[in-house]
């Protein structure tokens, strides 16, 4: 799949932590988010590097991006030809990251990016990563509150299926130790929504760490949701059976195998 990349040179030291920034139809509030979270990392103290990946907007996002990149000397960026997905998007930023720890988060900041701090401080303690677990505010409107059963409902069905000790596996707030969870990342194969759950599946399987932080979510009233509920939630069942048996598959494979 073609690209056009707009990379700046990885000049002075590692950073301690690179964001990975997925964006996709993010027109409407990209530039107040990324000053937000500027400010949060400037005053956290930590170095750190911006890395921007646009999945082919079809609004003005890519321009944003480009505008921001020429004023942040910690930031590149990736713009895409062809739209690849939510995972695809962002297991490509962890692997053009460059920091001891590497994480993203949603740009809508339904998470606020002030919340970085804490799980820097979580794998600074000890952890091989840190997530946010969401603590809803319903509110009134319907669409809210359809989305707060959808979600709800989701970590139900992921519970009862993979039997994970994690309460919120779709969120869209993840760090992690770079060199710990690029060997889990090659193991993932959703390029969607599903990836979130896919990645906290295999980071457990695999030995990770990883903390859960309770953080609020507010949901933003301005901004249109690219995510489709019907479409959507039937895509994430048919990957959710689809991960479920692959994962019999390989546990019956390494019973034979004697592993």
């Known amino acids: 799949m073609s690209e056009v990349r ?16 997925a964006c996709y139809q993010e027109e409407g509030h990209l530039r107040e988010s990324v000053r937000e979270l500027v400010a949060t990392l400037d005053e956290s103290g930590v170095s750190y590097e911006l890395v921007f990946l646009d999945d082919c907007s079809r609004d003005n996002t890519a321009a944003i991006v480009r505008e921001l990149v020429a004023g942040l000397p910690q930031a590149r960026a990736v713009y895409h030809a062809q739209n690849v997905g939510r995972g695809g998007t962002v297991s490509e930023g962890f692997r053009l990251a460059r920091g001891r720890i590497v994480g993203f988060l949603d740009i809508d900041l339904e998470v606020h990016c002030r919340h970085i701090p804490r799980m820097l401080a979580a794998i600074h303690a000890g952890a091989d990563g840190a997530t946010a677990y969401r603590e809803y505010s319903v509110g009134v409107s319907w669409n809210g509150f359809v989305r707060h059963v959808l979600s709800q409902g989701y970590r139900w069905i992921v519970g009862l299926f993979l039997r994970l000790p994690y309460r919120d596996t779709e969120t869209g707030f993840k760090f992690f130790v770079r060199e710990r969870v690029l060997p889990v990342l090659d193991e993932t194969r959703d390029r969607g929504w599903f990836w979130d759950t896919e990645i906290m599946v295999l980071a457990h399987r695999a030995g990770l760490k990883i903390v859960e932080v309770p953080c609020p979510f507010v949901r933003r009233g301005d901004k249109q949701s690219t995510v489709r509920v019907f479409r959507d939630t039937w895509r994430y069942m048919v990957a959710l059976r689809a991960f479920r048996k692959r994962l019999r598959e390989e546990e019956r494979l390494s019973e034979r195998r004697g592993e």
Do not use: I, N
Not at 13 to 21: G, N
């Open 6 to 21: 707009a990379q700046r040179t990885a000049e002075g030291p590692t950073p301690e932590l690179s964001v990975v920034v």
